[in-house]
């Protein structure tokens, strides 16, 4: 028999590039990882995923092209914790 015991309930590592869509039509876009930061644009639920280039050290914020967007306005696919904490 097999020795090795398989971890129930593991998830599987997330692999490709992370991607935030709005889970929302739009999520607005910051100029810094804060609620209060200046408006810079928005991103669309319409378009394609976006992609992430950043993170707060909290992970509270995801970098875009652009400016920052609030993590909890965001469904993030791919492997966002690899990304570098930006801010």
Known sequence: GC????????????SGACQVTPVNLFVNVRSQPESDGTYTGVI???FSATPAI???G???WYQ???GWVAAF??????NCAAL????
């Open 73 to 78: 306005l965001v469904t993030a696919t791919g």
């Open 44 to 46: 669309g639920q319409l």
């Open 64 to 66: 875009v092209e652009g």
């Open 54 to 56: 950043g993170r707060s």
């Open 84 to 87: 570098p904490v930006t801010g």
């Open 58 to 60: 909290g992970n509270n």
């Open 3 to 14: 020795a090795y015991a398989i971890p129930e309930g593991a998830p599987p590592a997330a």
